[in-house]
């Protein structure tokens, strides 16, 4: 079983900036894939950035140039900072990671989800 523990969010003005922080923990030999992804009412779930175990990242459209994704492998932990943030940022953010186990089987795992909220 494998955990994953969300902080950062809150309530934020148009502009401002948020980080946030998800740790793994539990039976992890090795993290694959780690990303967060958000979901709006009315909205699907969809992929806002993603980090590989090898530092390769990519991001939504409509993030690129304001957040920026960053992991630490040493403690199974990603961040995400964002930026100039604006009303349409406003979602749930969920953390998602790829995990290979001790017996060498590859699971998805998902967080339990941190409120963003941009209002002025």
């Known amino acids: 079983q494998v955990q994953l523990v969300e902080s950062g969010g809150g309530s934020v003005q148009p502009g401002g900036s948020l980080r946030l922080s998800c740790a793994a923990s539990?039976?992890?030999?090795?993290?694959?894939?780690m990303g967060w992804y958000r979901q709006a009412p009315d909205f699907q779930r969809e992929l806002v950035a993603r980090i590989t175990s090898g530092g390769s990242t990519n991001y939504a459209d409509s993030v690129k140039g304001r957040f920026t994704i960053s992991g630490d492998n040493a403690r199974n932990t990603v961040y995400l900072q964002m930026d100039s943030l604006k009303h349409e940022d406003t979602a749930v953010y969920y953390c998602?990671?790829?995990?290979?186990?001790?017996?060498?089987?590859?699971?998805?795992?998902w967080g339990q989800g941190t409120q963003v909220t941009v209002s002025s």
């Open positions: 998602k990671a790829i995990v290979t186990t001790s017996n060498g089987y590859q699971f998805q795992y």
């Open positions: 539990g039976r992890i030999f090795s993290i694959n894939d």
